[in-house]
Nanobody, 124 residues
Framework: QVQLVESGGGLVQAGGSLRLSCAASGRTFSTYAMGWFRQAPGKEREFVAAISWSGGGTLYADSVKGRFTISRDNAKNTVYLQMNTLKPEDTAVYYC?????????????????WGQGTQVTVSS
């Protein structure tokens, strides 16, 4: 069983930064891609970013490209999401997820394990 635990969310002013972390249990972390998704109130969950098993490949939603950076540390079984120049529309619950394959995907169906989420609130 894989467990994913997100941390690092909080309240920040527009233009500020936050760094989310997702710690994963299990010995096979380094063989799977990881992703971040988010869900704003009243909206469907949407893709944010993904990273391949090695960290050599990344994928971003257009809405966060150039502002967010996904990275991973396989020695620590942790994936990160550095969020800069935050906007009020970035307010959401952020979820990390483990992909079913070594390479990331923007589709929810490509992920088989999910964390509980961490709240990010950006004030204007």
């Amino acid at each position: 069983q894989v467990q994913l635990v997100e941390s690092g969310g909080g309240l920040v002013q527009a233009g500020g930064s936050l760094r989310l972390s997702c710690a994963a249990s299990g010995r096979t972390f380094s063989t799977y891609a990881m992703g971040w998704f988010r869900q704003a109130p009243g909206k469907e969950r949407e893709f944010v970013a993904a990273i391949s098993w090695s960290g050599g490949g990344t994928l971003y939603a257009d809405s966060v490209k150039g502002r967010f950076t996904i990275s991973r540390d396989n020695a620590k079984n942790t994936v990160y999401l550095q969020m800069n120049t935050l906007k009020p529309e970035d307010t959401a619950v952020y979820y990390c997820a483990r992909a079913a394959l070594p390479h990331g995907s923007s589709r929810e169906g490509g992920y088989d394990y999910w964390g509980q989420g961490t709240q990010v609130t950006v004030s204007s």
